[in-house]
T-cell receptor, first 115, second 115 residues
């Protein structure tokens, strides 16, 4: 049982390049989330999904797109990377539904630098 | 907009002391509250989840309390050890449709336990 895994662990991009971050969970969780963590700003929600085929915007969605084609995977895309998107990206998942089932479990993070 | 504040921002204490970390939130209509620890360069580890209907949760040397009406939570760590050194994050979720949406995080308390 690997929990929540993220690919890649590190990446350096040039401004304008695109990339996709992959999050996978093997806990059969319904809900999945993408956050970014920046010094002095804390963790902020980018997008989330409450089930396969659904997505919703979080606090800072601009410049990102997401897809949840399979229940176990949640993809975060950057179409045209900007230096402001330099950050550590965390994926999380939870059973969802009732409050007692909504404990979120986090992946190890992806450190992205945009030059 | 929900805002979460953690006090103090940093804390350094000798090994063996009992200590309290504080978290406050501006909107008391939360769904649940979760405490995490984060080690440098690592992901988040869930410590405790308190549902909005609960007053406290305990796990080993950790005890978290919740006073929803006043918008406060505390994390009590008993008999602190050097291995407890980490950043502790408080986060709340709000109700959205069929369940909770994403978490709103505080900026954390950076804790150092001196041997």
């Amino acid at each position: 049982n690997a929990g929540v895994t993220q690919t890649p662990k590190f990446r350096v991009l040039k401004t304008g390049q695109s990339m996709t971050l992959l999050c996978a969970q093997d806990m059969n969780h319904e809900y999945m989330y993408w956050y970014r963590q920046d010094p002095g700003m804390g963790l902020r929600l980018i997008h989330y999904s409450v089930g396969e085929g659904t997505t919703a915007k979080g606090e800072v969605p601009d410049g990102y797109n997401v897809s949840r084609l399979k229940k176990q995977n949640f993809l975060l895309g950057l179409e045209s990377a900007a230096p402001s998107q330099t950050s550590v990206y965390f994926c999380a998942s939870s059973l969802g539904g009732l409050a007692r089932y909504n404990e979120q479990f986090f992946g190890p993070g992806t450190r992205l630098t945009v030059l | 907009k929900q805002e979460v504040t953690q006090i103090p921002a940093a804390l350094s204490v000798p090994e063996g002391e009992n200590l309290v970390l504080n978290c406050s939130f501006t909107d008391s209509a939360i769904y649940n509250l979760q405490w995490f620890r984060q080690d440098p360069g690592k992901g988040l580890t869930s410590l405790l989840l308190i549902q909005s209907s609960q007053r406290e949760q305990t796990s080993g040397r950790l005890n978290a309390s919740l006073d929803k009406s006043s918008g406060r939570s505390t994390l009590y760590i008993a008999a602190s050890q050097p291995g407890d050194s980490a950043t502790y994050l408080c986060a709340v979720s709000m109700y959205s449709g069929g369940g909770a949406d994403g978490l709103t995080f505080g900026k954390g308390t950076h804790l150092i336990i001196q041997p």
